[in-house]
């Protein structure tokens, strides 16, 4: 059974439409083919951005560079591409808290979802809990296969908070069984030099970087915070409703 639903679903509109426009039958199947053919790429696409586990619906179409001057247009449009998945290439993503770090992880994972590739989003502090429960649980080899598997891992967050020596540990043999063979997307609030007290040990901090590093796309956002200019923003706004007064509070 070809389970052609949306197919059977078109199928009178078509049929219609055919008469209408005197379409051939052959012509009249190829439109019943694309709106299959479309319907089956829609669910295929659902469920990827199921799977990846997106926690915002940003997209890249919805990022302010104005707000973020050190990032560069061009260069997030080359990602958007995808082509540095083919070359199992990293993005490292660095910079103070609300310079939009996690906006630009999502919207890349979003268009490796959209261009077909399986994509798996999480934080390391999430990673690094299901790793510890994996060990305990004696499923440590089925975890890091599933962390093995999409063709974009996202790792949000590195550095937001200490990680344990065995959380550590299990970050790396993650990113090792996914070194040249797969790409991660990695945000961090601290540079490559403070990951040593991050990770609480400098072999493991310089081991993952080397991995990492090996094969990257390094952005550095600098600037202020998003969550900062609204609340100067919005103090702005009150003190002219209020006062007339055009200097913004600080």
């Given amino acids: 059974m070809l389970k052609l639903h949306a197919a059977a679903e078109a199928l009178p509109g078509v049929l219609e439409s055919a008469t209408a426009d005197g379409l051939t039958l052959t012509a009249a199947l190829e439109r019943l083919l694309a709106i299959e053919v479309e319907a089956t790429e829609t669910r295929r696409l659902a469920g990827r951005l199921r799977f990846a586990s997106l926690p915002t619906p940003a997209t890249l179409e919805e990022f302010d560079y104005d707000a973020a001057p050190a990032v560069d247009p061009q260069l997030i449009n080359e990602l958007a591409t995808c082509r540095y998945l083919d070359s199992a290439t990293n993005v490292l993503l660095i910079g103070q808290p609300g310079l939009g770090k996690t906006h630009l992880a999502v919207g890349l994972a979003r268009k490796a979802a959209e261009a077909g590739y399986r994509t798996y989003f999480t934080t390391a502090t999430d990673l ?83 991995r990492l590093l090996h094969r990257s796309v390094v952005l550095n956002l600098e600037g202020d915070s998003y969550r900062l200019r609204d609340h100067h923003a919005r103090n702005d706004t009150l003190r002219k409703a209020t006062t007339g007064n055009r200097q913004p509070l600080r």
């Fill in 128 to 210: 690094a809990a299901r790793c510890h429960r994996a060990a305990i649980e004696g499923r440590w080899a089925t975890t890091m296969r599933f962390f093995a598997g999409p063709s974009l891992l996202v790792i949000d967050e590195l550095g937001y908070l200490p990680l344990p020596a065995e959380a550590a540990s299990a970050l790396f043999q993650v990113i090792s069984q996914r070194y040249l063979k797969t790409s991660i997307i990695l945000t961090s609030n601290r540079g490559v030099g403070a990951w040593a007290d991050t990770l609480g040990d400098t072999t493991v901090a310089a081991a993952l970087l080397d």
